[in-house]
């Protein structure tokens, strides 16, 4: 166990929807880092959050958006859902030059 | 560009034998070296990482890993591999420069054979 809870496990929506995605990370990390993964994309970096502020920006989409609140759990927003959005999304949580911690990820599933 | 490189999309071995997965990057900045390792269906679990000092780390599971600076290389090695390893190894960078956010390698598949 990560330590690192995404909630829901599974989704499945339809194009042009719009979706929530949920992480709390390990208690006493600041940082919030969420990934895609993909068959054909592979593991990528989608953006950062550190004690509520955007700290690094990787190959986010202008449909998605994250924030961090103030109990340091994160949501990450996918909107105008497509075909392509289809993906496992990880949250990792994690403190400066320290390995970061993987949740289970949620899979998202565009019928 | 920063990038890292996983030559070998699948590798099978023999239970018993030894094991090296490959790992080249291209970084700017003092990088951050870790190998992940991700079974179907799962997340990702650190199996060893490397910030400085020693260039040959220890990791869970058996696993040891190599740092060398002057090839940009970070190979994973095992010295008698398992059925359970088999899975799916990724190697990724980070620096300071990019908030430690990890750049992933594509990833190589281990299959174990009997």
């Known amino acids: 166990d990560s330590g690192v809870t995404q909630t829901p496990k599974h989704l499945i929506t339809a194009t042009g929807q719009r979706v929530t995605l949920r992480c709390s990370p390990r208690s006493g990390d600041l940082s919030v880092y969420w990934y895609q993964q993909s068959l054909d994309q592979g593991l990528q970096f989608l953006i950062q959050?550190?004690?509520?502020?955007?700290?690094a920006k990787g190959n986010i989409l202008e449909r998605f958006s994250a924030q961090q609140f103030p109990d340091l759990h994160s949501e990450l927003n996918l909107s105008s859902l497509e075909l392509g959005d289809s993906a496992l999304y990880f949250c990792a949580s994690g403190r400066d030059n320290q390995p970061q911690h993987f949740g289970d990820g949620t899979r998202l599933s565009i019928l | 560009a920063q990038s890292v490189t996983q030559p070998d999309i699948h590798i099978t071995v023999s239970e018993g034998a030894s094991l090296e997965l490959r790992c080249n990057y291209s970084y700017g900045a003092t990088p951050y070296l870790f190998w992940y390792v991700q079974s179907p269906g799962q997340g990702l679990q650190l199996l060893l990482k490397y910030f400085s000092g020693d260039t040959l780390v220890q990791g869970i599971k058996g696993f040891e890993a190599e740092f060398k600076r002057s090839q940009s290389s970070f190979n994973l090695r095992k010295p008698s591999v398992h059925w359970s390893d088999a899975a799916e190894y990724f190697c990724?960078?980070?620096?300071?420069?990019?908030?430690?956010?990890?750049?992933f390698g594509k990833g190589t598949s281990l299959l174990v054979t009997p």
């Open positions: 990724a960078v980070g620096a300071r420069n990019s908030g430690y956010a990890l750049n």
């Open positions: 959050y550190y004690n509520g502020e955007e700290r």
